[in-house]
């Protein structure tokens, strides 16, 4: 008679709360920075910010792309800001980001 072996599926079970954890983790790496420059045509954003756990980056000033266009239209160069970075297709990407209250 055919069964699965009952390793297996406490195997996958764990796996998928392993993934399902580390999406949550990673989702919620929020980075301090403060706007230097904004080049709307490239959809590019000039950042200084601090460490980035998740891109395992130091703190500093580089240029990211953003995620969508209309997330430039939110902030200006001075402002600070929260935001979320990841690899996307090879770049460098902000994700989501907020102005600093
Ligand atoms: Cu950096």
Same mark, same amino acid.
């Given at each position: 008679?055919?069964? /699965? ?5 406490? =195997? ?5 709360? =392993? ?9 919620? *790496? &929020? ?7 904004? @080049? ?7 950042? &200084? *910010?601090?460490? /980035?756990?998740?891109? @395992?980056? @130091? ?32 770049? /460098?990407? /902000? ?7």
């Amino acid at each position: 008679m055919f069964r /699965i072996p009952m390793f297996r599926i406490i =195997l996958s079970a764990l796996a998928a709360v =392993l993934l399902a954890a580390g999406a949550a983790f990673a989702a919620n *790496h &929020k980075v301090n920075g403060e706007v230097v420059k904004i @080049d709307k045509p490239a959809g590019k954003i000039t950042v &200084k *910010h601090g460490p /980035i756990k998740n891109l @395992d980056m @130091d703190a500093m000033t580089m240029v990211f792309r953003v995620a969508d266009p209309a997330m430039l239209d939110q902030v200006k160069a001075g402002d600070k800001v929260r935001f979320e970075a990841d690899r996307v297709n090879g770049a /460098i990407t /902000i994700t989501s980001m907020d102005k600093s209250k």
